[in-house]
């Protein structure tokens, strides 16, 4: 089973720290990960500590492309940023960015049982309890909403 | 003592050039419209393409992406979209200098800004003609710089892109520091939760959009 982490453009030095820390990385192997893949973007961190018998550390800072890693990852834990809400997510709020608008979201969508939200010190505990099957669905994405007010802008037929 | 009679002459004669009809511009029936998108990085840039793919190439082109200097990885992205999408209708990718770094402080803000305004301004204004037909603009800073080029042409008298404004999904309870700026600029400012029409008078709300 594959978790994957990601902070984002910027960093996030509290996530990375939480999510190689003792409790978090024995969290995860209890419920089954074998696979953890860090993207750190500017992060810093010791990266003296991403050794673990039984459970395969992968560290990018950016990667050109994450689809994949959302995709298969049977776990994220992330940053709210809006990239990533559509998969079997926890989100961390980032509180140094300058406006924590990332909590608004998370809180909304966390209400709509569509997330799982955790503070750092809780991270460890929030991969303990997490099951996927129980968070709701997203719709699928529909542009047509969109199509239909910039052609509507535009003068064109709907 | 000649100047304000000779200054408000010149007004005049500026305002009737502005309305005198272009017939060259007449020939609007096109079935294309020009489109511009500013990709603001990371997840604006994920939500600009999302919204973006929505849309049929061939009726909109050439389209034009707007990116930051330095932002290689929106440039990408904007490349793979354009590949996903195969259309025969082209396509650029414009940099502009970036309003305000990310934990940039405010202070130093002004120049950096006013560096990226006439960097705006010269590509909107005077790189191509026209600039597009409709411009998409949903953050971050930025954006703003483009937009007020945008209107410099409209005060201008000449031809300017019309600009809509999607706020973030990620904007739940308070509009984005970019959403309160161009706010009183763009012709259409959408948001994603119905909570924020209270934040902004005459916003349209449709749903989600991502």
Redesign the interface.
């Known amino acids: 089973m594959l978790c994957f982490v990601t902070v984002g453009t910027f960093s996030f030095d509290l996530l990375v720290r939480a999510v190689l820390s003792e409790p978090v990385l024995d969290a995860l192997q209890a419920r089954g990960y074998t696979r953890l893949v860090i993207q750190y973007g500017d992060s810093e961190f010791d990266t003296s500590v991403v050794t673990r018998t039984g459970l395969d550390i992968e560290l990018w800072a950016r990667k050109p492309s994450l689809d994949q890693d959302f995709r298969r990852a049977d776990l994220v834990i992330g940053h709210a940023g809006a990239g990533t809400i559509l998969d079997p997510l926890i989100v961390v709020p980032n509180e140094s960015l300058l406006h924590n608008h990332q909590l608004e979201l998370a809180t909304a969508l966390a209400a709509s049982n569509h997330l799982r939200t955790s503070t750092i010190a809780d991270l460890a505990h929030s991969v303990t309890v997490f099951d996927p099957a129980a968070l709701a669905t997203f719709e699928p994405f529909d542009g047509s909403r969109f199509r239909a007010l910039v052609d509507e802008e535009m003068g064109f037929q709907l | 003592m000649h100047l304000p009679i000779v200054f408000t002459v010149l007004i005049v004669l500026y305002r009737l050039y502005c309305a005198l009809p272009r017939r060259r511009n007449a020939v609007q029936h096109s079935n294309t419209?020009s489109l511009a998108v500013f990709l603001g990085?990371?997840?604006h840039t994920?939500?600009a393409l999302?919204?973006l793919?929505?849309?049929?190439f061939e009726?909109?082109c050439p389209r034009t992406y707007v990116i930051s200097e330095g932002d290689s990885?929106s440039a990408?992205r904007a490349r793979?979209l354009e590949s996903s999408k195969a259309s025969s209708t082209k396509y650029t990718i414009l940099t502009i200098p970036r309003a305000r770094r990310?934990?940039q402080s405010l202070a130093t803000t002004p120049p950096t800004a006013l560096h990226s305004l006439l960097s705006c301004i010269y590509h909107v204004t005077l790189a191509r003609k026209p600039f597009a037909?409709?411009l998409?603009l949903n953050g971050p800073g930025t954006c703003f710089v483009l937009c007020i080029a945008v209107c410099v042409n409209r005060f201008l008298g000449l031809s300017a892109p019309?600009t809509?404004y999607?706020e973030?999904?990620?904007?739940?309870?308070?509009l984005?520091?970019s959403g309160k700026l161009l706010y009183p600029f763009v012709?259409?400012f959408?948001v994603q939760?119905r909570q924020l029409l209270k934040k902004a008078k005459g916003a349209?709300f449709?749903?989600?959009?991502?």
Do not use: M, N, P
């Not at chain 2, 973030?168 to 308070?174: D, G, K, L």
């Not at chain 2, 449709?206 to 991502?210: A, E, I, T």
């Open positions: 419209k990085s990371g997840g994920s939500e999302t919204l793919s929505a849309l049929d009726r909109y990885l990408q793979d990310v934990h037909d409709i998409i019309k809509i999607i973030s999904f990620a904007r739940v309870e308070s984005s520091l012709d259409r959408v939760w349209e449709r749903g989600l959009l991502v």
